[in-house]
């Protein structure tokens, strides 16, 4: 059953408006290391179900949904999109109900996934929060510090938990590294994935290269002392392809490449501690290794692979969201530490653009006449494979899924 839209002016009025709202004073950011077992694949929890929601339903919105769906410790109440046939479908698939009214939608939940556009968060996020939701906003948290800093304290005030859907921290091999008693001191990070016409209202920093920035600061949460970035747009209007050398006042440096434009799909870290090198697949949530060891007057190079049990990330970030809300002690990337990934990511964007001229400005300074018109998001479509892995850990379901590029599609 399908809700009467009362909300006819929501995407001007909530959508598009500011807060006058104050940012807090946030202190130094611990970012969180595994206390707990990350909630897996396994079924029959015993934990009482918990009313969600989920609003927006593209590219990504469509996965919490299904998955959301099927867990046996949510209660999928509804879901909400400004494109009511687009919901109605996916909520006859699921088992839901489509509403037409995101106040009615709240009223009737205790939490609630916004898959929305950046722009879109602060002031959704800040409504659910008021209305008395947990909130998991898709990542980046907002599209400035400002407003992830209202998010923050409209959480605080609240009382409610804000978590950010920085999917790869869920990944089991990130988890493991995590759990290593040492820090690493270097880190070598490729984050590559093939062009898809999605989330281009943001540059691949804030697409892609926020989620190994957040792992950056849950390996280590020493503050940032230096970046040094180098980015350019290649298919879009927006930087496409980036490098940051990152330093932390540690002495952890962290070399990160991001590509929303490469031939293939890599996802790969390489970290290097005192005696010990781990290379994690993200794909393959593989984690292999080597460490030194002093034996008998010898030293020795032995492997150190670690055991992975495989989960689907996205799967275990909802689940460990659901054990938050119920107060369980499980390792999240709460509204503190997705706001610290952003306000790295904008430190890496302002260096990018300070020593990178804009390819649209280069472009319209040579007289070359094949390339004499600046590059816009217009992009010529081009042939996909069926499933279509955007860098990101999950897989859109299918070619058209790639092209979501609606105002929906985070």
């Known amino acids: 059953m399908t809700e009467p839209n009362d909300d006819a002016d929501l995407q001007d009025d909530l959508w598009n408006e500011g807060s006058a709202d104050a940012a807090p004073e946030l202190p130094g950011a611990r970012d ?3 206390m707990a077992p990350l909630p897996g694949d396994a079924a029959g929890i015993d934990a009482p179900s918990m009313r969600c929601a989920v609003i927006g339903t593209g590219a990504l919105g469509r996965h919490h949904v299904r998955i959301l769906s099927e867990l046996d410790e949510a209660a999928l109440i509804g879901i909400y999109d400004l494109r009511p046939e687009i919901a109605e479908d996916l909520a006859a698939a699921h088992g839901t109900e489509s509403y037409g009214s995101i106040d009615g939608l709240l009223d009737a939940v205790d939490a609630v996934v916004l898959a929305v556009p950046t722009y879109a968060h602060a002031n959704l996020a800040i409504k659910a929060l008021e209305a008395g939701c947990h909130v998991l906003v898709e990542k980046p948290i907002a599209s400035s510090v400002e407003d992830a800093d209202r998010m923050v304290a409209a959480a605080e005030r609240a009382e409610k938990l804000l978590s950010v859907g920085h999917v790869e921290f869920y990944n089991p091999a990130v ?5 290593e008693p040492n820090a690493p001191r270097f880190l070598e990070i490729q984050r590559l994935a093939p062009f898809t016409p999605r989330s281009l209202d943001v540059d691949v920093i804030l697409d892609l290269m926020i989620h190994d920035l957040q792992i950056l600061h849950a390996l280590d949460p020493s ?3 230096e970046v040094r970035a180098t980015g350019i747009e290649v298919l879009s209007s927006r930087v496409d392809i980036v490098n940051a050398r990152i330093a932390l006042a540690s002495g952890l440096v962290a070399n990160i490449t991001a590509s929303r434009v490469s031939a293939e799909s890599v996802r790969k870290l390489r970290a290097f501690l005192p005696h010990r090198y781990f290379s994690i697949d993200y794909r393959e949530q593989s984690i292999k290794g080597y460490g030194l060891e002093l034996i008998d007057g010898q030293r020795l ?5 670690r055991n992975i049990t495989p989960v689907e990330p996205l799967r275990a970030e909802l689940r460990a969201f659901l054990a938050a809300c119920r107060g369980e ?5 709460d509204g ?3 706001r610290r990934a952003l306000a790295t990511a904008l430190t890496v964007g302002a260096d990018a653009a300070s020593r990178t001229p804009s390819i649209a400005v280069a472009l319209e300074e040579t007289e070359t006449a094949p390339m004499a018109e600046p590059l816009t998001d217009e992009i010529p479509r081009p042939e996909l494979p069926a499933s279509v892995d955007d860098g990101d850990g999950t897989p859109t379901d299918n ?3 790639a092209y979501d590029d609606s105002e929906n599609a985070s």
């Open 301 to 305: 190079i032995r492997p150190e692979d």
């Open 329 to 333: 002690d499980v390792p999240i990337v």
């Open 32 to 34: 969180t290391q595994p």
């Open 399 to 401: 070619a058209d899924a």
């Open 336 to 338: 503190v530490q997705g």
């Open 175 to 179: 988890q493991a590294l995590l759990a």
């Open 223 to 225: 503050p940032v002392e």
